[in-house]
């Protein structure tokens, strides 16, 4: 089942877009692991204790908190769902705390041996304040790499701003990250299904190489405003497109290295591939150092197609030396 992680920077209205979230029936059978209960205001919720730290809301959602470390609240659950003394549930929402960096997050779902036989990791969903969002992807670093990574974005506070001016931002966001899906909320309310539907996010495909945040001189080109940072802050999401269907364990031991020897540069790493054994494509997924195991699907999605592409969200790394790295996979499959 999937685990989404929610994720966005301080007073960017996560809290209250979750809460709103809890309450909508469409989210019965979700599982929530929030830092503190008392951020998010339960009371409302008719919430009733279901077993130790563990709450079932009016919804039907259940809700826990982070205990000793995200891992081990997770196989919990499981272990109590598997159980029967907890309600079933099919998917986890994981709540970030403000200033999290969501990667470490998304390591431990695509890695963690105790949770990989019953977790996948599902989207991150990033809210950006149509207010202060601006200055605060400026300012920090933190609020880039939750945007970088966003499978989905969802622009907060939009009633609070002229329309023009949030249609603005949007388009800067769009700019920022091609490859997310865009949502704008009012007074933190959108519906459940707009915001963890997977059905197009999983396997979008962008088109456009944009940086995040470029360090053009004064600012001027910088597509989120100017910079206070270093020269290798600046994260940049680009695709590279595969020129024919590749050998996977040539593929693999190339993406392998790669992230051995760069990953501390690259925040994500995702695709869909076309291989020489097999007319399924194959599921790529990795997180700095960490390449998920791979998992076939049954076809290619629509609109999508053989060779595939891969989509790299990284720092102080270019498409062009990607691609150059990448060749040497259809040279030695060749050899």
């Not at 549930?89 to 997050?105: H, K, L, N, Q, S």
């Not at 989207?123 to 149509?130: E, F, L, N």
């Not at 700019?175 to 309310?189: E, L, V």
Request: proline share 6%; aromatic share 6%; charged share 20%.
């Amino acid at each position: 089942m999937p685990i989404h992680v929610l994720t966005g920077f301080l007073g960017s209205g996560k809290t209250t877009l979750l809460r709103h979230l809890l309450a909508d029936t469409d989210l019965a059978d979700t599982a929530v692991v929030i830092n503190e209960f008392g951020e998010v205001g339960l009371d409302h919720l008719l919430v009733r204790e279901v077993a130790e730290d563990v709450v079932l809301l009016s919804s039907g959602c259940m809700c826990c908190s982070v205990r000793d470390d995200l891992v081990s609240t997770l196989s919990e659950l499981n272990a109590l769902m598997r159980s029967g003394e907890i309600p079933a549930f099919a998917r986890v929402v994981v709540e970030t705390t403000g200033m999290a960096d969501p990667a470490p997050i998304m390591q431990a779902i695509l890695s963690e041996q105790s949770l990989t036989p019953w977790f996948r990791l599902g989207q991150v969903i990033t809210t950006v304040d149509a207010v202060n969002g601006d200055q605060t992807l400026v300012r920090h670093r933190e609020a880039r790499q939750q945007l970088a990574t966003a499978d989905r974005v969802i622009l907060t506070k939009a009633d609070l701003v002229d329309e023009s001016d949030c249609a603005a931002f949007l388009e800067k966001l769009r700019a920022a990250n091609p490859g997310a899906i865009f949502a704008t909320s009012s007074k933190g309310q959108l519906p459940a299904r707009a915001v963890f539907d997977e059905s197009e996010a999983r396997w979008r495909r962008p088109e456009s190489i944009l940086p995040i945040v470029a360090n053009a001189p004064g600012g001027s080109d910088a597509p989120l405003g100017p910079l206070v940072g270093h020269h290798d802050d600046a994260i940049r999401t680009f695709t590279v497109h595969l020129e024919r269907p590749v050998e996977w364990s040539v593929f693999v031991d190339w993406l392998d290295l790669l992230l051995a020897n760069r990953g501390d540069s690259i925040l994500r790493v995702k695709g869909l591939l076309g291989v020489t054994d097999d007319e399924r494509p194959v599921v790529v997924q990795g997180v700095q150092h960490v390449l998920y195991p791979p998992d076939r699907l049954p076809s290619w999605p629509a609109g999508t197609g053989s060779p595939g592409w891969i989509v790299f969200i990284a720092r102080d790394l270019t498409a062009r030396a990607i691609e150059h790295s990448l060749r040497s996979v259809y040279e030695t499959s060749v050899a």
